[in-house]
Structure formats: C-alpha cells, structure tokens
Nanobody
Framework: VQLQASGGGLVRAGGSLRLSCAAS????????MGWFRQVPGKERQYVAA????????YYADSVKGRFTISRDNAKNTVYLQMNSLKPEDTAVYFC???????????????????WGQGTLVTVSS
C-alpha cells in the first residue's frame, strides 16, 4: 500500500483544514486507516482511526469533537476534517494503513504497516 498525504497549510486558530490521504495498492480497501501527528523533538501522537469497514471511528481525546475521520473507498482516500483548530494542533500529520486483523484499528503507531510522507499543519494564534 502506498500513501500520499496532502492538504496541510497555515491557518489561524479557530479555522479549518481538510487533510487527504490517497491510497494505492491491491489491499488498500481492506486496511484500517489512521492519522498521527508529530512535533519535532516529540513522539508521534495518535490522532484518529477508521476501521476497514468504515463503520467505526476513533479519536484521541485531544481532538474529539473537533476532528472527523472518514474514508471514500471508491476513491481509495481517507480524510481528516479538522475544525476549531488550536495552536497546539501544529504538527506534521501522517496517514497510515494497518493490516491488523479484527474490527478495531490500532491506536498506536507500531500497529501500522504503511506510512505516508506527512503534511505540515501550522495553526497561528
């Protein structure tokens, strides 16, 4: 599975951005998908995940109620809609794919097998 993330940019606090992650590969529709973020010098942080069947979504407490993860399997694309952005949301955002078995996607980065290149989100105060 190959992943290409896009949609990052500079936005003011309170604004919105939508990240996209285009997936390619023969198994791209059968994988769980997740978004993570990382600030230089800090560990990569889980943000959100969506199950392979698109029926379940999961969020880190820090983004719950503000971010929405979704997927369009016809387009092999996963989205992260980010609303009410805060300066502390500033980070490089990565999408990832997991071939883990079961209905619930992993919420730790070691559970993911494929990673995109990252897209920078900067939120100014």
């Amino acid at each position: 599975v190959q992943l290409q993330a896009s949609g990052g940019g500079l936005v003011r606090a309170g604004g919105s951005l939508r990240l996209s992650c285009a997936a390619s590969g023969r198994t791209s529709r059968s994988v769980h998908m997740g978004w993570f973020r990382q600030v230089p010098g800090k560990e990569r942080q889980y943000v959100a995940a969506i199950a392979s069947n698109s029926e379940s979504t999961y969020y880190a407490d820090s983004v719950k109620g503000r971010f929405t993860i979704s997927r369009d399997n016809a387009k092999n694309t996963v989205y992260l809609q980010m609303n009410s952005l805060k300066p502390e949301d500033t980070a490089v955002y990565f999408c990832a794919a997991s071939r883990a078995l079961g209905s619930r996607p992993p919420t730790v980065d070691v559970g993911y097998d494929y990673w995109g290149q990252g897209t920078l989100v900067t939120v100014s105060s």
